[in-house]
């Protein structure tokens, strides 16, 4: 089992130095800043697992973690902006006992925000929002905002959750390595998380098969393509609708012949569908849940949300939050749930992963960091981590070049489904 120590500060801060992410951390006009916590050694941790568990096979995979959690950045352009996410669709606001991280990157979001706050929607709903956010407490913010299935969350300590789910502090942690050369993989997720963790296996050699519903695809696809081609890249995509009873039984035969399932909803969506975890994990399949906070939460959430919520920010010189990075607890669970995978089963047999983003995020945030002497400072042209030991160079974010463009919705339905035996709807 992969055990976790962060190492010393300085050590911690030459990780975050060489991430690219803290030229996304802090107000645009002032200097980057050094976050909470470990993320980037957690990450560098997680991709030692990967690269062992791919040593000395036909697919060997070495990815720089800490480099990982940057490069969407990299290909879309996103710099710091304080209480604004690098994306832009969440922002850090006072309440009535604190701080709280909303988001509303959905469709629907602006209708649910208005009725969370008691008041039609209209032009005004920010400036509405942050009135009421301001005379309410967090409590109040995490019971509405789980009723209304809103991604928002108090802000917590670093390493607490601040919602009062009593989610435990521990993610599952990677045991002995196995090769996932020739599995089948199933990807029903979307967005960064889960398609960072089937990218990382198709690159070990596993075979993935991306599934979505026609009507509902992976929202990225209308997003950054460099970024989308550089996680879908090299994978199959299958277009099925479970409402059809032939698209139905078509996705239950792909599932029943999966070696790895990875999905990113909560457990009565997919249950929605006729699918059942604990039956495939039962037939020796292995299955990766990716969730907000733990498949026994109702709780929704997007990487910038549940970081701020889960303690995993930066403070600037006037002892106020703003986010760290760009969505990061998205590459970091994506990393954990790649190693996850890479691990060999405890006896054998099959396992339900179940890997929430608060979970990893609070585990990166306990038991070290760079400590309140790391400081960055004008280098030249550009910025150093001052340890108080050594200046460590401030890199920007990099991406590294997609192997292949990513299938466009569905063309590769018929050749995998004949390819598995399995009837056509």
Same mark, same amino acid.
């Given at each position: 089992?992969? &055990?976790?120590?962060?190492?010393?500060?300085?050590?911690?801060?030459?990780?975050?130095?060489?991430?690219?992410?803290?030229?996304?951390t802090?107000?645009g006009?002032?200097p980057?800043?050094?976050p909470?916590?470990?993320a980037?050694?957690?990450?560098d941790?997680m991709a030692d697992?990967?690269?062992?568990?791919?040593?000395?096979?036909?697919h060997?995979?070495?990815v720089?973690?800490?480099r990982?959690l940057s490069?969407?950045?990299?290909l879309t352009?996103?710099s710091?902006?304080?209480?604004?996410?690098?994306?832009?669709s969440?922002r850090?606001?006072?309440?009535?006992?604190?701080w709280?991280?909303?988001s509303s990157?959905?469709?629907?979001?602006?209708?649910l925000?208005?009725? =969370?706050i008691?008041h039609d929607?209209?032009?005004?709903l920010?400036?509405?929002?942050?009135?009421?956010?301001?005379a309410h407490s967090?409590?109040? =913010?995490?019971e509405?905002?789980?009723? =209304?299935?809103?991604?928002?969350g108090?802000?917590?300590?670093p390493?607490?959750?601040?919602?009062?789910?009593?989610?435990?502090a521990?993610p599952?942690?990677?045991?002995?390595?196995?090769s996932v050369?020739r599995?089948l993989?199933?990807?029903?997720?979307?967005?960064?998380?889960?398609?960072?963790c089937?990218?990382?296996?198709? =690159?070990?050699?596993a075979?993935?098969v991306?599934?979505?519903v026609?009507?509902r695809?992976d929202?990225?696809r209308?997003?950054?393509?460099p970024?989308y081609?550089l996680?879908?890249?090299?994978?199959?995509?299958?277009?099925l609708d479970?409402?059809d009873p032939?698209?139905?039984?078509?996705l239950?035969?792909?599932?029943?012949?999966?070696d790895?399932?990875?999905?990113?909803?909560r457990?009565?969506a997919?249950?929605g569908?006729?699918l059942?975890?604990?039956?495939?994990v039962?037939?020796?399949?292995?299955?990766?849940?990716?969730?907000?906070?733990?498949?026994a939460?109702?709780?929704v959430g997007f990487?910038?949300?549940?970081a701020?919520?889960?303690?995993?920010?930066?403070?600037d010189e006037?002892?106020?939050?703003v986010?760290?990075?760009?969505?990061?607890?998205?590459?970091?669970?994506?990393?954990t749930a790649?190693?996850?995978a890479?691990?060999?089963?405890?006896?054998?047999?099959?396992?339900?992963?179940?890997?929430a983003?608060?979970?990893?995020?609070?585990?990166?945030?306990e038991?070290?960091?760079t400590?309140?002497?790391?400081?960055v400072?004008?280098?030249g042209t550009?910025?150093?981590?001052?340890?108080?030991q050594?200046?460590?160079p401030?890199?920007?974010?990099?991406?590294?070049?997609?192997?292949a463009?990513?299938p466009?919705?569905?063309?590769? &339905?018929?050749a995998v489904?004949?390819?598995?035996?399995?009837?056509?709807?």
């Amino acid at each position: 089992m992969v &055990t976790w120590s962060p190492g010393s500060s300085a050590e911690t801060a030459r990780d975050w130095a060489r991430s690219g992410v803290l030229p996304l951390t802090g107000h645009g006009t002032g200097p980057p800043i050094v976050p909470a916590g470990a993320a980037a050694s957690w990450a560098d941790r997680m991709a030692d697992h990967v690269e062992l568990a791919t040593r000395g096979s036909r697919h060997p995979v070495r990815v720089d973690g800490p480099r990982l959690l940057s490069e969407r950045a990299a290909l879309t352009g996103g710099s710091r902006r304080g209480r604004l996410s690098v994306g832009g669709s969440c922002r850090l606001l006072p309440t009535l006992d604190g701080w709280a991280a909303v988001s509303s990157a959905r469709p629907d979001d602006p209708l649910l925000w208005s009725a =969370l706050i008691g008041h039609d929607l209209d032009e005004l709903l920010p400036q509405r929002l942050a009135t009421w956010l301001a005379a309410h407490s967090g409590a109040q =913010l995490d019971e509405r905002a789980t009723l =209304l299935s809103l991604a928002a969350g108090s802000v917590g300590a670093p390493g607490r959750q601040a919602d009062g789910a009593g989610r435990r502090a521990e993610p599952p942690r990677p045991g002995g390595p196995r090769s996932v050369e020739r599995l089948l993989v199933v990807d029903f997720s979307a967005l960064w998380a889960g398609p960072l963790c089937a990218h990382l296996l198709g =690159l070990a050699g596993a075979d993935v098969v991306k599934v979505e519903v026609p009507s509902r695809p992976d929202g990225a696809r209308q997003g950054n393509r460099p970024f989308y081609d550089l996680l879908h890249g090299g994978h199959r995509s299958v277009a099925l609708d479970p409402a059809d009873p032939a698209g139905r039984a078509a996705l239950h035969a792909l599932v029943r012949r999966a070696d790895i399932v990875i999905e990113a909803s909560r457990p009565r969506a997919l249950a929605g569908f006729g699918l059942d975890a604990q039956a495939e994990v039962e037939r020796g399949c292995t299955w990766v849940s990716i969730t907000a906070r733990g498949r026994a939460s109702d709780r929704v959430g997007f990487g910038d949300d549940v970081a701020a919520a889960s303690g995993l920010l930066a403070y600037d010189e006037r002892g106020l939050p703003v986010f760290c990075g760009d969505a990061i607890a998205d590459p970091l669970t994506g990393l954990t749930a790649a190693a996850l995978a890479l691990s060999e089963p405890a006896g054998g047999g099959g396992v339900l992963w179940d890997v929430a983003m608060a979970d990893v995020v609070a585990a990166t945030l306990e038991g070290g960091g760079t400590g309140p002497g790391a400081r960055v400072r004008r280098a030249g042209t550009g910025w150093a981590v001052d340890t108080g030991q050594e200046r460590v160079p401030v890199l920007a974010p990099v991406a590294r070049t997609p192997r292949a463009v990513a299938p466009e919705l569905g063309a590769d &339905t018929g050749a995998v489904l004949r390819r598995l035996g399995i009837a056509a709807p």
